[in-house]
């Protein structure tokens, strides 16, 4: 097993590599700082998480390639909430611990009302404004005809509404939520994607990893996650994994 000390070096070595120095001169590992979840369904329940695990952190509220970049220097030592298909870069697979699944979500595309058209594969993208989140990635993203990003999924919809872009891309929990808030003139349409959320540990504090696991199944065993999630009526099995 690589010593903790060797390992926290390594990982700034590789972090000046990719970034300089400057930056990770801040670092201080005897904090743990969290990254804040990017989209609002997710803050609580990421929150409520960290509580359940009694982890004291200081919450950094960064955008998401920020986000990616403090990781994998070290300056974040925790992460939430994504699938681990997204964080494949050789930088992330050497710095990331993945939790225990928290829940099963499902990316849609969104439309206008009545302009729902159906997309099978990544080409039938190609003549399509498609409206996403900076610093997210999307399969198929290099197929779209024109990638419009906003700061968050409410960003997603306005661009949508105004017609500056043609077609969004937005997890069926974010809909339902952004909804709640307002009668956005828009609608899902099919899937693009699906998999389960994970939260992150640095690989320089594995011992974190079995608090949370722990929490994520205290929650989920007492109900409080789906809660949480608004899936109080319709609870995903976790048999289905």
Known sequence: MVPLKFSVQLICV???????????????????????????PNVPIWEAIVKEAQIDVVFSPLPTK?????????YLLLDCCHPPMYRDTPEEKATHLFTDPIYFAQAHYVFRKGEVVPIERGEDLKSYRVAG????????????GDRIDGRDHADVLTLL?????????????????EMAKRDWPLELGGVMASGYLHASV????????????AAIARMRADGRLDKLLLLSETPISMSTR
């Open 202 to 213: 640095h690989i320089t504090r594995p011992d974190l990893l079995p608090k949370i696991n």
């Open 66 to 74: 920020r986000k990616r970049r403090s990781f994998i220097e070290g």
């Open 133 to 144: 989140i900076r610093g997210f990635d999307y399969i198929w993203q290099d197929q779209f």
């Open 14 to 40: 590789i972090g000046a590599l990719l970034y300089g120095t400057d930056e990770l001169e801040a670092v201080d590992t005897s904090v743990v700082r969290a990254g804040q979840a990017n989209t609002l």
């Open 161 to 177: 509404e105004m017609n500056r872009a043609d077609v969004g891309i937005i997890t069926g929990l974010q809909f339902r939520f």
